[in-house]
């Protein structure tokens, strides 16, 4: 098999893939049109691909927000995870002897060290950011499932009706609250 025929089966795999998800996607969203939502089943959606939780609850400007999250957090995890195995691996050529390195009139040893714990705590900052964004992706699924049907409308009141008992010698406040 060549180049091209392999790029021909890829892009053909490719758009079958795609048709599979636009399939299961279109799928849930039209069994989502019942006005009943379960929240274990809008925490799985997101679970297993995030934002799927948001399409099945109609949220759909929240999927860009989701995936802005994860993308940014992914690319700072990646990024700082490369800047830290630089810096301890040119550390480490340093203490075994080897000073040829691409840094060598630019940090001491003791500046290595340093880059090294900056950027290993950058990692796992970033990667607890990455886990944040995709938790609160699943919760945001469910509590919006849980307030589907939450009622939001203008008529909410409280009345206080004063009552006298002409009979008796007390009198009394009746409450009347309207949600």
Known sequence: ??????????????KKKFLIFFFILFSIVANSQKIEKKPSKA??????????????????????IIYAGLITSGYYVNDNY??????????????NGENNDQFI?????????????????????SSLLFLLTYILNILDASVNAHLINYDISENISINFIPKNMSN????LINMHLNL
């Open 43 to 64: 925490a799985l959606y997101s679970t297993v691909l995030p934002g799927l939780g948001q399409a099945y609850t109609n949220k759909y400007w929240k999927i860009p």
């Open 1 to 14: 098999m060549n180049l091209k025929e392999y790029l021909i089966s890829y892009k053909s795999m490719t």
């Open 105 to 125: 009139n630019v940090y001491s040893d003791n500046d290595l060290q340093t880059l090294t714990s900056f950027y290993r705590r950058n990692t796992e900052v």
């Open 168 to 171: 008796n010698s007390y009198s």
């Open 82 to 95: 490369q800047k830290y195995n630089i810096y301890k691996n040119t550390f480490i050529d340093r203490v």
